[in-house]
């Protein structure tokens, strides 16, 4: 394959490395005004950035504001995580809000570790304080853990005796336990009062899609020439990057018309969506597994998707596999170091449902 071929490829990904510069999820903004706003927050920070600002657009085709934590209440992701508006040490920042109950758990999440906080009624809003530093004592090293943590849930927690011995064992403040222990003492002291417990992660939601179509094979690794192709794609969101990319895997199947003759791949690629509109262009990057002749090829998508219902989706794509020329054990001649034959072809129509 010639240096051109490689340039229009990657010119083909440019733009899913861009769009993955943002990552605008449904949700909605509190003004200090009370007022409620409806529309999409940027997801592609982490919780470091978003402790500092709020970048909201209330459409797709609305202009971009930034909100510090002076300028917002709060900010919330539609099923998904809240961050609250607080004072720690003096300066504003968006805490991540973890459980609001009798007794309210917030959490912000620093360089090196992650801080918590509880506020209650006539306790106020305080850090939990706990220190883990290594010290020496008597010519020896060890691991000193602070257990103020311990005094401040007792006293928080103090109309909840049969909590205490609990507490007395509470270890370092880490999400899991602090979050079942506030919404344990919730539900004794105050069972009758709603208890909301906020996700810490926007959700994983699995989707699948099935395929079918046609498969031509231009190898003499197969003995198979073409045919049908019909297989089920399951897609697992990368939330880390951003909505629209996905991990896709799988299954195919093809046969020729006599159905003498087989191949099986499975996909493992990259999948990227170019856009949330009825119709969406996608692309997808990675490698292809045949497990019957134990070849692994690299893999080319592109296609489009219709969208028909708020979750099903009709999608065309054409899919191409390349290969090296030949293989060490099948030839004196010296392999490819980059694939640049076309191993399989395919083009393939299915419907998608997004959960």
Request: glycine share 6%; aromatic share 14%; proline share 5%.
């Given at each position: 394959?010639?240096?051109?071929?490689?340039?229009?490829?990657?010119?083909?990904?440019?733009?899913?490395?861009?769009?993955?510069?943002?990552?605008?999820?449904?949700?909605?903004?509190?003004?200090?005004?009370?007022?409620?706003?409806?529309?999409?927050?940027?997801?592609?920070?982490?919780?470091?950035?978003?402790?500092?600002?709020?970048?909201?657009?209330?459409?797709?085709?609305?202009?971009?504001?930034?909100?510090?934590?002076?300028?917002?209440?709060?900010?919330?992701?539609?099923?998904?995580?809240?961050?609250?508006?607080?004072?720690?040490?003096?300066?504003?920042?968006?805490?991540?809000?973890?459980?609001?109950?009798?007794?309210?758990?917030?959490?912000?999440?620093?360089?090196?570790?992650?801080?918590?906080?509880?506020?209650?009624?006539?306790?106020?809003?305080?850090?939990?304080?706990?220190?883990?530093?290594?010290?020496?004592?008597?010519?020896?090293?060890?691991?000193?853990?602070?257990?103020?943590?311990?005094?401040?849930?007792?006293?928080?927690?103090?109309?909840?005796?049969?909590?205490?011995?609990?507490?007395?064992?509470?270890?370092?403040?880490?999400?899991?336990?602090?979050?079942?222990?506030?919404?344990?003492?919730?539900?004794?002291?105050?069972?009758?009062?709603?208890?909301?417990?906020?996700?810490?992660?926007?959700?994983?939601?699995?989707?699948?899609?099935?395929?079918?179509?046609?498969?031509?094979?231009?190898?003499?690794?197969?003995?198979?020439?073409?045919?049908?192709?019909?297989?089920?794609?399951?897609?697992?969101?990368?939330?880390?990057?951003?909505?629209?990319?996905?991990?896709?895997?799988?299954?195919?199947?093809?046969?020729?018309?006599?159905?003498?003759?087989?191949?099986?791949?499975?996909?493992?690629?990259?999948?990227?969506?170019?856009?949330?509109?009825?119709?969406?262009?996608?692309?997808?990057?990675?490698?292809?597994i045949y497990p019957y002749s134990k070849d692994i090829t690299l893999a080319l998508m592109g296609g489009v998707s219709l969208k028909l219902t708020k979750s099903i989706y009709f999608g065309i794509e054409y899919d191409i596999d390349l290969c090296q020329k030949v293989r060490p054990s099948h030839s004196?001649?010296?392999?490819?170091?980059?694939?640049?034959?076309?191993?399989?072809?395919?083009?393939?129509?299915?419907?998608?449902?997004?959960?």
């Amino acid at each position: 394959m010639k240096f051109k071929h490689f340039l229009i490829i990657g010119l083909f990904f440019i733009p899913s490395i861009v769009m993955a510069i943002t990552d605008f999820r449904p949700g909605y903004i509190i003004t200090m005004e009370g007022d409620t706003i409806v529309g999409e927050i940027d997801h592609h920070m982490d919780n470091l950035e978003m402790s500092e600002k709020c970048r909201f657009r209330e459409s797709v085709d609305d202009y971009v504001m930034v909100y510090f934590p002076t300028e917002l209440k709060s900010f919330q992701f539609n099923d998904g995580p809240c961050f609250i508006s607080k004072l720690r040490n003096g300066k504003a920042l968006f805490l991540q809000f973890l459980v609001d109950g009798v007794i309210k758990l917030y959490s912000h999440e620093g360089e090196d570790t992650t801080y918590f906080f509880l506020e209650k009624e006539g306790l106020g809003f305080k850090e939990i304080p706990y220190k883990e530093e290594a010290r020496r004592g008597d010519g020896n090293s060890y691991v000193y853990r602070s257990k103020k943590h311990i005094g401040m849930y007792a006293i928080y927690m103090n109309d909840a005796p049969e909590l205490q011995q609990r507490i007395s064992l509470m270890r370092k403040p880490e999400n899991k336990s602090l979050v079942k222990l506030v919404t344990d003492y919730h539900n004794i002291v105050s069972k009758d009062r709603p208890c909301t417990v906020f996700r810490k992660e926007l959700p994983v939601k699995l989707s699948f899609e099935v395929l079918g179509g046609t498969a031509n094979f231009s190898t003499d690794r197969i003995d198979y020439n073409s045919g049908v192709q019909a297989g089920i794609l399951t897609y697992v969101p990368l939330n880390m990057v951003n909505q629209y990319t996905f991990l896709r895997t799988g299954w195919l199947y093809s046969c020729n018309n006599d159905s003498k003759k087989s191949v099986s791949r499975i996909p493992l690629e990259i999948e990227h969506i170019y856009s949330k509109r009825r119709v969406m262009p996608k692309v997808a990057y990675g490698v292809n597994i045949y497990p019957y002749s134990k070849d692994i090829t690299l893999a080319l998508m592109g296609g489009v998707s219709l969208k028909l219902t708020k979750s099903i989706y009709f999608g065309i794509e054409y899919d191409i596999d390349l290969c090296q020329k030949v293989r060490p054990s099948h030839s004196q001649e010296k392999p490819t170091l980059i694939p640049s034959k076309v191993f399989s072809q395919s083009i393939l129509g299915g419907f998608f449902y997004k959960f």
